[in-house]
């Protein structure tokens, strides 16, 4: 069975503290997949509700120093209960706070897998990288490869860098997908939702890093099919075909 089929049949509970700009997209898009959103961002009930879900995912988007508190206490709880946590630290290099608090997040928590662009993840391995806002650019394969396996044995994590060419890596052994639609980087939010449906297939699979892979390359071949076999004319008419397509 593969982790696909796993996701269907367990319907994973995915505990989402995400950006307040992606959570209605990112909701309906693990709904298609077969996960179950929760988006619960309050300090107080944040330890709880990760001690009822199967998985949690932290997205640092439009994070403020409360919801960094409740970051920290699910990810806390996550680590305790021993599911899934994963980090997307959405824009780290862009400002002294974001930094900090990844560094924070880092230190306190263990996370199972780190997905971010290569412009985040060269950050977070510490290699100079030319930034172009939160979309950056994809660079040669061989320095891509480089950096995922730095940052997953640096952090003992998945990590996944996403693009043209996304690359997933436990530090040992790395895999290339180049599966995916230039139509997904104009969708707000579309980055957001593919570390949604790696935190289901971690939460309902025993692989970390083929589970991980395997969300990458369905959630791109999910984008190609519902340009190729639907009547795509933009944006407009791509996300509610790609919505259909997450759930074959």
Known sequence: MSV????RKKAPLIHHLTNQVVMNFTANGLLSFGGSPI????PKEAYDMAKIADGVL??????????????RLAGKAANEKGIPVVLDPVGVSATPFRREAVKQLLDDISFTAIKGNAGEMAYLAGVAWETKGVESA?????QLREIAEHVARKYDAIAIITGKIDVVSDGEATKENESGHELLTKVTGAGCLLGSIITACLASGDSP???????????????????????VKGTGTFIPHFLDELQR
């Open 4 to 7: 696909i089929e796993k996701v």
């Open 39 to 42: 988006m619960a961002k309050e």
């Open 58 to 71: 932290i997205n640092i988007g439009t994070m403020t120093e409360r919801d960094l508190e409740a970051f």
């Open 138 to 142: 994809d660079g040669d394969r061989g």
């Open 209 to 231: 890093l083929d589970d991980s892979f395997e969300a990458v390359k369905f959630f791109g071949e999910a984008a190609e099919r519902a340009v190729t076999h639907h009547e």
